[in-house]
């Protein structure tokens, strides 16, 4: 029996440094550090590019998009999150909903939420409501409560389109 759901988790961590850009869920976090990374380090975008590639069957991140390609150097994570679900849609998927925890000890990100959301369901070209981010810190403990990295968790439903071969 095959389910017309698939579901998919991903996980994501990057180094944080100063001086360099925050960029979470798609959108600029004013901070006095960023992410280490070959591309901007958006740790929200890459879970949930592993989610939804997990959902798909479709592997991960690294093995369609490596960070040893310079195409990839510097490259804004929504066009990964584009081209993602452009393959997710080609095996014949399209998305239910995602859910998105972000692990930050600092800047508090509330206000940067909906940003966030409006700016991943642009991305994936779906509905803000089909998305949601959580953050929480993770009360000082770890790498992420000393500040050292940023962390993120992602889980995706994917919902097998209408009249089309999977
Ligand atoms: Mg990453």
Request: hydrophobic share 40%; charged share 20%.
């Amino acid at each position: 029996m095959t389910l017309p759901f698939r579901i998919g988790n991903g996980y994501d961590v990057h180094r944080l440094a100063d001086g360099l850009e925050l960029w979470l869920g798609g959108v600029r976090v004013e901070h006095s550090k960023g992410s280490v990374a070959h591309s901007d380090g958006d740790v929200v975008i890459h879970a949930l590019c592993d989610a939804l590639l997990g959902a798909a069957g479709l592997r991960d991140i690294g093995y369609h998009f490596p960070d040893a390609d310079a195409e990839y150097k510097n490259i804004d994570s929504k066009i990964l999150l584009g081209r993602t679900m452009s393959m997710v849609r080609k095996k014949g998927y399209e998305l239910g909903n995602a859910d998105i925890v972000l692990c930050l000890q600092r800047p508090k990100v509330k206000g940067y939420i909906p940003a966030m959301q409006q700016s991943l369901a642009q991305a994936m070209q779906t509905d803000a409501g089909n998305i949601c981010v959580k953050a929480t810190t993770t009360e000082t403990l770890g790498f992420v409560g000393r500040e050292e990295g940023v962390a993120a968790y992602a889980v995706a439903l994917l919902v097998k389109a209408s009249g089309k071969q999977a």
